[in-house]
């Protein structure tokens, strides 16, 4: 036997959700993302990112208690990516600053990128859901 459809999650509404939400709140896609060249990830940001790499081959996360194997809480990976501290990536104004760089392994910066996402200090961000239309 079929279920009833659930009401809508968003407070004060109380149509059908599909699943759990209405037509109305339901979120919106985030804007698909520019290819990389377009982001600022073409033939400048790689041979900057070899450089950055070859001067640092080791991630240099600290306080890492998943990829440290020592004593210390220094990750002791190699570094794969090169990750802007500021969040901004190669357009932003200190996009090829080697100050502004750190090297990282993969799991590190995915971890970063993640806890920036969550605190919003990174353009990659989900459109809000929208508000409730009056009735």
């Known amino acids: 036997m079929p279920t009833a459809p659930q009401p809508c999650l968003a407070p004060g509404c109380n149509r059908p959700g599909n699943p759990t939400r209405c037509t109305d709140h339901q979120r919106t896609q985030r804007d698909p993302r520019p290819n990389p060249r377009a982001r600022g990830y ?13 001067s640092s081959p080791w991630c240099a996360c600290t306080g890492c208690t998943s ?3 020592g004593p210390t ?3 002791t990976n190699p ?3 090169v990750d802007h501290v500021d969040g901004l990536g190669p357009l932003g104004p200190d996009g090829f600053n080697p100050a502004n760089v750190q090297t990282l392994c ?4 995915s971890r970063k ?13 989900i459109s809000p859901v929208p508000e409730a239309p009056e009735h």
């Open 42 to 54: 073409g033939k400048r940001w790689q041979a900057f990112r070899r450089s950055v790499i070859s």
């Open 67 to 69: 990829c440290s194997t």
């Open 73 to 75: 809480d220094q990750c």
């Open 79 to 81: 570094a794969t990516d």
């Open 106 to 109: 993969k799991p590190c910066h």
């Open 113 to 125: 990128t993640a806890t920036d996402v969550a605190a919003n200090r990174t353009r990659h961000r």
